[in-house]
């Protein structure tokens, strides 16, 4: 029955006491034994000794609960504490190779190996350009695949902190899970995203308050004399009551008790000329022709 390693299993779980309260780890523990074929797993824990192995489904199931219980579910906090303990195991073996990560993660293949009892691990790290590439992964056991790449995404980042390599400690790790195989890219360097500021409005510009216009109390000398000017103006004299003045010609117009101008006959030599034509007009002095009859 492949199984992991009952005291790393543990560190593990103590780790996950510190990051959150007991009460939390421990109720969550209770609600998982009911999935585990270990019936008291926090003592079978405690009372583990170094050879002893938990079965690797049940590792695998706690390990998984606890991150979604305590953490977000996603991996992150269970990477970080591996990465502490996988980071233990490499400063007291004296593994690390100062400058050169690629050789620093070759040798922690077999303490990984070491950690899972009865079960082949495939392991191959390639260079590349900016970092490197790492394969891993378990036959036919896509579950243990992705707690593998966890791990593995810890490893790497326990050798960068003993190697040193680069001349930024910040390394940009991938996973990507692949059934039953993982692939975890590292990139040395890497610029840590920073989330911009939020923008800010600018603030209007603040208006100086006008200052009161307060009247003089006491008038000055030119006002006194414009006063004194207006006043010493006659008045205007007073119009005729008998002649009102047009607004438009301002011609006056008489009144009406004024007798109008007498009209003459109009001239003879200014009449018009009547025609002759068509009649003849007879005169006073001529007389009729007397009829000859007796």
């Known amino acids: 029955m492949p199984g992991l390693r ?4 543990r560190d593990l779980v103590e780790s ?9 780890v421990g109720e969550t523990l209770r ?3 009911t999935r585990l074929s270990t019936a008291d ?14 079965d690797v489904a049940d590792a695998e199931e706690l390990l998984f609960g606890l991150d979604a219980a305590v953490g977000d579910g996603t991996g992150q906090l269970l990477e970080r504490l591996a990465a502490e303990q996988l980071g233990r195991i490499l400063a007291q073996g004296n593994l690390s190779i100062p400058g050169d990560l690629m050789a620093t993660v070759a040798r922690m293949q077999a303490p ?44 790497v980042r326990a050798c960068q902190r003993y190697a040193r390599e680069g001349m930024s400690e910040h390394v940009g790790i991938s996973v990507d899970s692949l059934g039953d195989r993982a692939r975890v890219t590292a990139r040395l ?12 409005r600018p603030s209007p510009p603040r208006r100086r308050p006008s200052e009161p216009h307060l009247p003089t109390t006491k008038p000055t000398l030119e006002a006194v004399n414009r006063i004194l000017t207006r006043a010493s103006v006659a008045p205007p004299p007073a119009a005729d009551p008998d002649e009102i003045v047009a607004p438009r010609s301002r011609r006056p117009v008489r009144s009406t008790t004024e007798p109008l101008p ?3 006959p109009p001239r003879s030599d200014t009449l018009p000329s009547v025609p002759r034509s ?12 007397s009829s000859s009859s007796g």
């Open 31 to 33: 609600r998982l034994e």
């Open 278 to 289: 068509g009649f003849v007009s007879k005169r006073d002095d001529e007389e009729e022709p």
């Open 112 to 155: 990984l190996e070491h950690l899972f009892v009865g079960l082949p691990i495939g392991f191959d790290v390639s260079k590349t350009r900016d970092g490197l590439t790492l394969f891993i992964g378990a036959s036919g056991r896509p579950r243990t695949a992705r707690l593998l790449s966890h791990l593995t995404a810890a490893l």
């Open 41 to 54: 797993v926090r003592a079978t824990l405690r009372s583990a000794v170094h050879a002893d192995a938990l």
């Open 6 to 9: 009952a005291r790393f299993v």
């Open 262 to 264: 007498t009209t003459r």
């Open 189 to 200: 360097g890497a610029v840590v995203p920073v989330a911009p500021p939020p923008l800010s």
């Open 16 to 24: 996950f006491e510190r990051e959150s309260s007991g009460d939390t």
